[in-house]
């Protein structure tokens, strides 16, 4: 509805494409949205190859998240539409969750939807057969952050034959004890950052453990935020307990300070709590001390975090850098979410709701485009800036009277200021002097 009641005519499309605005209605473009989904496939490989012949881009790394987008009413005509885990912090709305899988540089290779209330660890199987049969799988490198890295799943690559690269659950970090806590075999990659690298449980399989001071630093200063916050309140707890004239009931007093510790649970397990009897009015007292046991442990793995992967023939440093490259998926979700506007989902028609998504992935795949051919031209990679430049650049009409032939309209594009001139030439783009004005009278079948 946003581009027909709106966006097209203030576009040059109508001259571009000759095709006037008034053919240009939501119920026709309804129906082209419903007529494009059985193209998905063919359009994700045609995307790729095109990918590799514009940008010489490899597809040997692929880096693979799931984010979720949420829906404006009760879908309730969509079986996937349902409630889950929130990345848009809207739980209570229903939702699909979009396994996106990327290039090493950004580039979407391709994606499904899942049911909003499917578990990321369960969609890795699927994606990586789906995407291995439409691309090829020979020589694959998978990278996964730790949602994905299930045992089950950890196997099956294993076991198959493929290549992975994955963050470990936090909780593997204690079997990495030992070498936390050993200061040698530390290879610093650059300021701040040092990993090391061992054998990991399985046959065959690494794992690198990775340390980083500004990772350090954030995790400290929220421990040490939560942990303010739960002192805080148990010493005003305490102080409530201590005032009291008459015996006080206990259960609601451990219901809220389990309340307290769910809702600062980072620095939850640093505290051990109890009331023990006492011949206060109240007839109990609140006592709480730290746990040396979680300071300890906080010292070494504060800033720590280990990948499993089972490639043998890479340093430690590639390692790494290819994970880091997760961030990348990371800005796709924000872009499109953000930039390209993907939330919230008004279809209710699951087809629809399909498409639309379609559409975005679409979107973001000209956005990247946009965005390396910008960079590969030395003009950064902020593809908004360019179409903010270039939104300045209009048609105007110039009208010409005759005496004979009534008026002459030509329709003539305003020339470039100094900046965008700058701009189209570093970008290879000729602009037109004139547009042709929008004319072709279409048969009335094909404006329906």
């Known amino acids: 509805m946003h581009i027909a009641e709106d966006w097209y005519r203030r576009t040059a499309l109508p001259d571009l494409l000759q095709l006037d605005e008034d053919h240009v209605n939501k119920d026709r473009l309804y129906r082209a949205l419903d007529e494009l989904l059985a193209h998905k496939q063919a359009l994700e490989v045609h995307l790729s190859k095109r ?159 990775c340390r980083s001071a500004d990772r350090r630093s954030k995790e400290r200063a929220m421990h040490e935020k939560f942990s303010q916050r739960i002192e805080t309140a148990l010493e005003r707890l305490q102080r409530r307990i201590a005032r009291s004239k008459k015996p006080l009931d206990r259960a609601p007093i451990h219901q809220q300070i389990g309340r307290l510790l769910q809702r600062n649970s980072r620095a939850a397990a640093r505290f051990e709590i109890s009331l023990e009897d006492s011949d206060a009015a109240a007839g109990f007292v609140l006592k709480m001390r730290h746990r040396e046991e979680f300071d300890r442990w906080a010292d070494i793995s504060e800033g720590a975090y280990v990948l499993r992967t089972n490639v043998s023939d890479w340093t430690d440093e590639k390692l ?25 989902i008004w279809h209710q028609r699951a087809d629809r709701v399909q498409a639309h998504i379609l559409v975005c992935f679409l979107a973001f ?33 110039v009208i010409l009277p005759t005496q004979a032939h009534g008026e002459i309209r030509l329709r003539c594009v305003t020339q470039p200021d100094a900046a965008q001139a700058a701009l189209l030439e570093r970008l290879g783009i000729v602009l ?5 004005l929008a004319d072709i009278d279409l048969p009335a079948a094909e404006v329906a």
């Open 432 to 436: 037109p002097k004139r547009l042709r």
């Open 320 to 344: 790494w850098k290819a994970y880091i490259q997760l961030t990348q998926a990371e800005a796709a979700f924000r872009i499109q979410k953000d930039q390209l506007r993907i939330r919230p």
């Open 51 to 209: 990918y590799g012949e514009l940008f010489a881009g490899q597809n040997e790394v692929l880096l693979y998240d799931v984010t979720s987008t949420y829906f404006e009413g009760e879908a309730a005509g969509n079986a996937l539409a349902q409630r889950g885990y929130s990345r848009d912090h809207r739980p209570d709305c229903k939702q699909v969750c979009i396994a996106l899988v990327v290039t090493f540089d950004g580039f979407p290779l391709g994606y499904e939807v899942f049911a909003g209330n499917r578990h990321d660890s369960t969609t890795l199987k699927e994606i990586v057969e789906t995407m291995e049969a439409r691309h090829g799988a020979v020589g694959r490198v998978w990278i996964a952050d730790r949602g994905m890295a299930s045992r089950k799943n950890l196997a099956w690559l294993r076991d198959t034959g493929r290549r992975y690269i994955i963050g470990a659950p936090k909780s593997d970090l204690k079997k990495c004890r030992e070498q936390l806590a050993e200061p040698k075999g530390w290879h610093e990659l650059r300021d701040g950052v040092k990993v090391k690298l061992f054998d990991g449980e399985a046959p065959g399989e690494r794992f690198v453990l």
């Open 365 to 397: 795949v000209l956005w990247k485009t946009l965005e390396m051919w910008q960079s590969r031209a030395d003009l950064g990679n902020s593809p908004r800036t360019i179409l903010e430049e270039f939104a300045r650049i209009q048609s105007n009409d």
